[in-house]
């Protein structure tokens, strides 16, 4: 039988030998505000200046830089108005920035229907599967989308509907974030197509293919 001074110094070094597995338990599992405990400290921690702080290592002694001349913060180069705001000489803009031919407009179809169709449905008439759900819920707190085939929406400029699509407009949210300018001016001309098609008269159809119509 071993001594008893052999079977207790066993028993305490198995309890040490657990106690950074509980260390490490706790610190995976516990919230804290600080910060986790780094063995390897990499560049977590490292010295560095605050605000307003000198610096001996530049003529001038400041640690603060000034930006290189003629440097753009990012996402401030949007001179273009046209493109990015949608007007011209401070008004709508009437027309898109770029030509308008099939492959803007198919883009314009592949992103309407990512990011418009839910609400306004695929046909535009603002039956989309998001609005039709909402009205089966009953909830009295959804805001029907307005169809693109009412009179007032048909007659805004195409810098309207970019505004609207970029900044949101009433209960619709702002796309400006998701959707990059040139998608939502394709998304605008394919919108002018399926306006057309709801409501275009005979004479914009090919003599030939007239016959084609029921």
């Not at 986790?36 to 001038?60: C, E, S, V, W």
């Not at 169809?147 to 009433?170: E, M, W």
């Not at 394709?186 to 029921?214: C, N, T």
Request: positive net charge.
């Amino acid at each position: 039988m071993l001594p008893r001074w052999v079977t207790w110094s066993v028993a305490l070094a198995a309890l040490l030998a657990m106690l950074p597995l509980a260390c490490v338990a706790r610190a995976r599992y516990a919230h804290t505000s600080k910060p986790r405990i780094h063995i390897i400290q990499d560049m977590d921690n490292q010295p560095r200046f605050k605000a307003q702080q000198a610096n001996p290592l530049f003529a001038d002694g400041r640690a603060m830089r000034r930006a290189v001349e003629g440097t753009i913060a990012r996402g401030t180069l949007r001179d273009d108005e046209h493109l990015y705001a949608g007007l011209v000489l401070g008004e709508w803009a009437a027309a898109p920035p770029m030509p308008v031919d099939a492959a803007l407009l198919e883009r314009g179809r592949e992103r309407f229907e990512i990011f418009c169709a839910p609400c306004h449905g695929l046909d535009g008439y603002g039956k989309g599967i998001v609005s039709r759900r909402a009205d089966r819920l009953q909830e009295g707190t959804w805001v029907p989308p307005l169809s693109f085939h009412d009179a007032a929406v048909r007659a805004r400029p195409d810098g309207h509907l970019f505004n609207t699509i970029t900044h949101g407009i009433r209960t619709m949210p702002a796309y400006g974030r998701q959707v990059p300018a040139a998608d939502r001016w394709a998304i605008v001309s394919y919108l002018r197509a399926l306006q057309k098609s709801q409501a275009a008269p005979l004479a914009d159809v090919p003599s030939e293919r007239r016959s084609e119509l029921r």
